[in-house]
Nanobody, 122 residues
Framework: QVHLVESGGGSVQAGGSLRLSCAVF????????MGWFRQAPGKERERVAT???????SYVDSVKGRFTISQDNAKSVLYLQMNSLKPEDTAMYYC????????????????WGQGTQVTVSS
């Protein structure tokens, strides 16, 4: 059974850094598209970054140059390194997975973690 567990969230001042982790269980990480999403109160869920089965990455414009998605297949862990954090990065962050190709629609990711809160103060 596929299971995702996020960790690494917390509170940080603007300009600081955090690294989120997503431990995956029940499947081979390299065979899945993996993604990080976030949702702030009162806002739509936003796709932050994805990494496909070939290692290709994509980012929402607002985090380009600041966030880096990566994965360690041997440890079965997905990461999101977040630098130069801004108050507008405050949200609940979720990791998600779907087998093989990355879905074009976020809602089509089949597996989701419970989320980890990131709060950035000014």
């Amino acid at each position: 059974q596929v299971h995702l567990v996020e960790s690494g969230g917390g509170s940080v001042q603007a300009g600081g850094s955090l690294r989120l982790s997503c431990a995956v269980f029940g499947y081979t990480l390299s065979e899945y598209c993996m993604g990080w999403f976030r949702q702030a109160p009162g806002k739509e869920r936003e796709r932050v970054a994805t990494i496909d089965i070939d290692g290709g990455t994509s980012y929402v414009d607002s985090v380009k140059g600041r966030f880096t998605i990566s994965q360690d297949n041997a440890k079965s862990v997905l990461y999101l390194q977040m630098n130069s954090l801004k108050p507008e990065d405050t949200a609940m962050y979720y990791c998600a997975a779907d087998e093989w190709d990355c879905p074009s629609r976020s809602a089509d990711f089949g597996y989701w973690g419970q989320g980890t809160q990131v709060t950035v103060s000014s």
